[in-house]
């Protein structure tokens, strides 16, 4: 797995070996950042299911200011680390070992707003509807912010009255879904 673009452009990072993580497939992680390409820029990006923190670390790669990750597995949150550090990213980088949705709950108590909020959930898992929730009543996303779903084709995207489907791509069996705080 590599880094596509930006100051650590085709840099290789390692992906943790004792879990079955299945990392972004080129193809969908250029379509994601390229629909992001005029807004992550200075970002605050939030990476919610980290796994080897591929999404966050090449939003830094390209510009955004900071990433924080989320994730449950002690080796995930390690293998993040160790690949922030491997491109010079440490300081822009922090780290959350713990679920999606206490993640979200600390976050919105340390008063912490994010730009972009990456959710990669495993495929199938029943996390989409349950983050979703999770977002809904905790008010992390800033009011110009974006939220990007990588998700399976059979993983459903409720409807949730707070956010509005702006977008949304497919690549073979899997959707890119960008949503935006609802207008009130």
Same mark, same amino acid.
């Given at each position: 797995?590599?880094?596509?673009? !930006? &100051?650590?452009?085709?840099?290789? @990072?390692? /992906?943790?070996?004792?879990?079955?993580? %299945?990392?972004?497939?080129?193809?969908?992680?250029?379509? #994601?950042?390229? /629909?992001?390409?005029?807004?992550? !820029?200075?970002?605050? %990006?939030?990476?919610?299911?980290?796994?080897?923190?591929?999404? !966050?670390?090449?939003?830094?790669?390209?510009?955004?200011?900071?990433?924080?990750?989320?994730?449950?597995?002690?080796?995930?949150?390690? &293998? /993040?680390?160790?690949?922030?550090?491997?491109?010079?990213?440490?300081?822009?980088?922090?780290?959350?070992?713990?679920?999606? *949705?206490?993640? %979200?709950?600390? #976050?919105?108590?340390?008063? *912490?707003?994010?730009? @972009?909020?990456?959710?990669?959930?495993?495929?199938?898992?029943?996390?989409?509807?349950?983050?979703?929730?999770? #977002?809904?009543?905790?008010?992390?996303?800033?009011?110009?912010?974006?939220?990007?779903?990588?998700?399976?084709?059979?993983?459903?995207?409720? *409807?949730?009255?707070?956010?509005?489907? %702006?977008? *949304?791509?497919?690549?073979?069996? &899997?959707? #890119? &879904?960008?949503?935006?705080?609802?207008?009130?």
């Amino acid at each position: 797995m590599r880094i596509i673009s !930006g &100051t650590a452009g085709g840099r290789h @990072i390692k /992906i943790p070996k004792s879990l079955p993580i %299945v990392p972004s497939a080129g193809k969908v992680k250029m379509a #994601l950042f390229e /629909i992001l390409k005029y807004e992550i !820029g200075g970002a605050r %990006v939030l990476d919610l299911y980290g796994g080897s923190g591929n999404l !966050g670390l090449e939003a830094v790669s390209r510009g955004a200011a900071k990433a924080v990750f989320s994730d449950n597995e002690p080796d995930c949150i390690k &293998t /993040i680390k160790e690949n922030a550090a491997l491109l010079g990213f440490s300081s822009q980088v922090e780290c959350y070992l713990t679920d999606a *949705e206490r993640a %979200v709950e600390q #976050l919105e108590k340390a008063g *912490e707003k994010f730009d @972009i909020i990456i959710i990669d959930p495993p495929y199938l898992s029943g996390q989409v509807s349950l983050i979703l929730k999770s #977002l809904e009543s905790h008010d992390i996303l800033g009011n110009e912010g974006v939220m990007v779903f990588k998700r399976d084709s059979k993983d459903e995207v409720p *409807e949730i009255p707070a956010f509005e489907k %702006v977008k *949304e791509k497919r690549y073979g069996g &899997t959707y #890119l &879904t960008f949503l935006r705080k609802a207008k009130k």
